[in-house]
């Protein structure tokens, strides 16, 4: 089994990065899939959830109307789609997949700095 982020980086506030997460090893379109982040000093948080088809999502209240999580079931991938990005967004994100076991990425760091 494994989970593999790509896509953060640096961005200065107000900016957008697309974070994208590749699934191996597990029937992908069976397991829900969400996106964490952990901020220094602090706790890991729930960010978005999407179900296993797709067909309902949700998101922190921190990031509503901000990112948007999105899922290919053709191409094992989850995306989060993060536009007017801010400091406080700034943290390690993590992807999570999820069924009756729960599966875990090694994170990609995103700063939003300017």
């Known amino acids: 089994v494994q989970l593999v982020e790509s896509g953060g980086g640096v961005v200065q506030p107000g900016g957008s990065l697309r974070l994208s997460c590749t699934a191996s090893?597990?029937?992908?379109?069976?397991?829900?899939m969400s996106w964490y982040r952990q901020a220094p000093g602090k706790e890991r948080e729930l960010v978005a959830i999407?179900?296993?088809?797709?067909?309902?999502?949700d998101y922190a209240d921190s990031v509503k109307d901000r990112f948007t999580i999105s899922r290919d079931n053709a191409k094992n991938t989850v995306y989060l789609q993060m536009n007017s990005l801010k400091p406080e967004d700034t943290a390690v994100y993590y992807c999570n997949a999820r069924k009756f076991e729960s599966y875990w990425g090694q994170g990609t760091r995103v700063t939003v700095s300017s």
């Open positions: 999407i179900t296993s088809a797709g067909d309902s999502t």
């Open positions: 090893g597990f029937t992908f379109r069976w397991y829900t």
